[in-house]
């Protein structure tokens, strides 16, 4: 289970259905005193800290936990904050994320703290509509037959599939995959996003994704 201390109600809420979406059990707080009381008396997996706190700051959350447990976290704070990440590493943070942030980059970095940690339960399958995606096989299924792809189709799926209410767009698609800088000019998103829907309309007349012109990619609702 991961613990998200954010006073926003609003971000709150995102990461933790984000998190739900990738097979993670959440619990909140939105202020420090709670958030603080919560951490000690859970054994969470991983703890979502925002510094700006009411009541407790994220500094004094993580400097009181540290004496007492050694649970991964990872700091969120805004751009404008002045932070001093050194600082923060030394109160025992494992990350920092700057918001305003990407769900996707929180997702991986979670991953990367979980592995560092040996404490990794990530869902393993993810569903959408008639389609299930397998993570430990590489494979992907429409209904009962079984959906070709090739290395970049099924990264595109996989990312799609978990952020289902999000709006992808080409930047976001080709950073997120391959960790390059995106090009201007570079095709290389719309080709692959071809090829996936004449695969999947060899298979089924179901949408799986859907153009939002101007902006990108988005899974068919």
Request: overall charge negative.
């Amino acid at each position: 289970m991961i613990l998200v201390i954010e006073d926003d109600v609003m971000i709150n809420n995102l990461l933790c259905k984000v998190l739900s979406d990738n097979g993670f059990e959440t619990d909140s707080a939105f202020d420090g005193e709670a958030g603080l009381s919560k951490a000690m008396d859970k054994d969470f997996e991983l703890i979502l800290l925002d510094l700006m706190l009411p009541k407790k700051n994220g500094e004094d959350v993580l400097a009181e936990l540290r004496k007492v447990k050694n649970t991964p976290a990872i700091v969120l704070s805004a751009k404008n904050e002045v932070v001093n990440r050194v600082e923060l590493l030394r109160l025992g943070a494992d990350d920092y994320v700057s918001k305003p942030f990407d769900v996707d980059e929180v997702i991986l970095r979670i991953g990367a703290v979980l592995r560092r940690t040996g404490d990794v339960k990530m869902a393993t399958e993810l569903k959408y509509k008639d389609m299930r995606l397998d993570k430990e096989s590489k494979r992907v299924f429409l209904g009962e037959s079984e959906l070709p792809c090739t290395t970049m189709e099924y990264s595109i799926l996989e990312l799609m599939l978990s952020n289902p209410n999000k709006v992808f767009s080409k930047r976001n698609l080709f950073e997120s995959i391959t960790g390059d800088e995106y090009l201007s000019e570079d095709n290389t998103m719309n080709v692959h996003v071809s090829n996936l829907r004449k695969k999947i309309a060899k298979i089924t007349d179901e949408p799986y994704i859907d153009t939002v012109y101007g902006m990108g990619y988005r899974l068919s609702k």
